[in-house]
T-cell receptor, first 115, second 116 residues
Framework: AQKVTQAQTEISVVEKEDVTLDCVYE???????LFWYKQPPSGELVFLIR??????QNEISGRYSWNFQKSTSSFNFTITASQVVDSAVYFC????????????FGTGTRLTVIP | ETGVTQTPRHLVMGMTNKKSLKCEQH?????MYWYKQSAKKPLELMFV???????ENNSVPSRFSPECPNSSHLFLHLHTLQPEDSALYLC???????????????FGPGTRLTVL
């Protein structure tokens, strides 16, 4: 079974719109870590955020914000006032305490911001 | 110097060729990883090295052979590949690799491999 599900394969928004990328995870561990990475056309996976399972506080970093909800096993990512440079594939990933440092990735969401 | 570098960025090879992918990390990390990224599939972990010792080998065919001569360098030697091996190969590094610890993995730009 897929441990990380990103149901949105592709999203298109017009510049300055807000957009939320969904991530649902599945684990039996009580201690786990969630990540978001951005992959621009250049190919490199850029680390955006890491959150552990004991910290449900939402986080904001500039135009980026993350909503972690254990009750629904979700870790959603919102970009406010989107810009063309936000166009990329975004990956959500899970690491379990029982699994050393192995990362389980979702299939990614391709975001296109239209000028 | 960027954190994780990979060379070459693009590689086209025939099925009978032998080539190597190189990864170098400048972050002082002790763990390095090879991932395969194919179209419409999740990233697949191939190999993990911790302190130059291979600690994970996820059922990868023997035509892929990793080498980690030191904690800063990781190679992936390729021979007699198949067209379905065409993919983006990503290298990553992290501070460590141990049960009970999770360190953030930092990725390189990848090598786009095409097997003809």
């Amino acid at each position: 079974a897929q441990k990380v599900t990103q149901a949105q394969t592709e999203i298109s928004v017009v510049e300055k719109e807000d957009v939320t990328l969904d991530c649902v995870y599945e684990t039996r561990d009580t201690t786990y870590y969630l990540f978001w990475y951005k992959q621009p056309p250049s190919g490199e996976l850029v680390f955006l955020i890491r959150r552990n399972s004991f910290d449900e506080q939402n986080e904001i970093s500039g135009r980026y914000s993350w909503n972690f909800q254990k009750s629904t096993s979700s870790f959603n990512f919102t970009i406010t006032a989107s810009q063309v440079v936000d166009s990329a594939v975004y990956f959500c990933a899970l690491s379990e305490e029982s699994g050393a440092n192995n990362l389980f990735f979702g299939t990614g969401t391709r975001l296109t911001v239209i000028p | 110097e960027t954190g994780v570098t990979q060379t070459p960025r693009h590689l086209v090879m025939g099925m009978t060729n032998k080539k190597s992918l190189k990864c170098e990390q400048h972050l002082g990390h002790n763990a390095m990883y090879w991932y395969k990224q194919s179209a419409k599939k999740p990233l697949e972990l191939m190999f993990v090295y911790s302190l130059e010792e291979r600690v994970e080998n996820n059922s990868v065919p023997s035509r892929f052979s990793p080498e980690c001569p030191n904690s800063s360098h990781l190679f992936l030697h390729l021979h007699t590949l198949q067209p379905e091996d065409s993919a983006l190969y990503l290298c990553a590094s992290s501070r460590g690799w141990l049960a009970g610890e999770t360190d953030t993995q930092y990725f390189g730009p990848g090598t786009r491999l095409t097997v003809l």
